[in-house]
Nanobody, 124 residues
Framework: QVQLVESGGGFVQAGGSLRLSCAAS????????MGWFRQAPGTERNFVAAILWNSNTYYAASVKGRFTISRDNAKNTVYLQMNSLNPEDTAVYYCAADFRSGYSVYGRDSYRYWGQGTQVTVSS
């Protein structure tokens, strides 16, 4: 079993930055691929970014160039640095993890383990 705990959400003005963290426990962190998803009210939970065990990264088109995902295997933590935030980035952000092979990092079904979510609110 894998436990994920997000932190770092909050309220920020447009153009500002936030860094989300997700601490993992319960399995060898370095063997897992990690993802961030977000869900705004009335919408589906959508892919934001992912990072593999070899640190290859993947981004949604809407955040590429503004968000950066990274991992620290020594701290069992994955980060999402969010810059140039705009009101459309307002959502609950979820950390997700898994270690199975043959799954696309972009799909929700590729992740069996999820955090509780952290709210990010961007004002105009």
């Amino acid at each position: 079993q894998v436990q994920l705990v997000e932190s770092g959400g909050g309220f920020v003005q447009a153009g500002g930055s936030l860094r989300l963290s997700c601490a993992a426990s319960g399995r060898t962190f370095s063997s897992m691929y990690m993802g961030w998803f977000r869900q705004a009210p009335g919408t589906e939970r959508n892919f934001v970014a992912a990072i593999l065990w070899n640190s290859n990264t993947y981004y949604a088109a809407s955040v590429k160039g503004r968000f950066t995902i990274s991992r620290d295997n020594a701290k069992n933590t994955v980060y999402l640095q969010m810059n140039s935030l705009n009101p459309e980035d307002t959502a609950v952000y979820y950390c997700a993890a898994d270690f199975r092979s043959g799954y696309s990092v972009y799909g929700r079904d590729s992740y069996r383990y999820w955090g509780q979510g952290t709210q990010v609110t961007v004002s105009s």
